[in-house]
């Protein structure tokens, strides 16, 4: 399976902070700081068999993840939780790789974009 891209769009997230650089950079903030924990312990839930969980982790991930300005990323999110919510084990697992990949891909441009603390 080819890996798909995941182009984010702030122009939203800059039109719902009025264009301000510093909340910008604290939304942005937000999602570099909840993404590592939520790899972590969505693949320990995964390996536990414990889906309730992993539902509901990755439901408040994707509250973070809609301010980004990509629908698929949201679609990703939404099938792995729905997969989860119904203890389709399976489904979960073929799931789970792309969105681990969407995560990074996010990180990864979300980290382009973000002031780090201290730099000018």
């Known amino acids: 399976?080819?890996?798909?891209?995941y182009n984010l769009d702030l122009n939203h997230l800059r039109t719902m902070?009025?264009?301000d650089p510093e909340f910008l950079?604290?939304?942005?903030?937000?999602v570099l700081e909840q993404?590592?924990?939520?790899l972590f312990q969505s693949g320990n839930l995964l390996e536990n068999g414990k889906f309730d969980l992993l539902a509901?982790?990755?439901?408040?991930?994707?509250s973070s993840l809609s301010?980004?300005?990509?629908a698929e990323v949201l679609t990703v999110v939404g099938e792995l939780e729905l997969?989860?919510?119904?203890?389709?084990?399976d489904t979960v697992r073929v799931l789970y790789t792309p969105f681990v990949d969407m995560v990074n891909q996010v990180v990864s441009q979300v980290e382009a974009e973000v002031q780090l603390p201290g730099a000018a």
């Open 1 to 5: 399976m080819r890996q798909r891209n």
């Open 17 to 19: 902070t009025g264009d």
């Open 25 to 30: 950079n604290e939304i942005l903030m937000m």
């Open 35 to 38: 993404a590592p924990s939520v």
């Open 56 to 62: 509901s982790l990755v439901h408040r991930f994707k």
């Open 67 to 70: 301010v980004l300005g990509n």
């Open 83 to 89: 997969a989860a919510k119904d203890n389709d084990i």
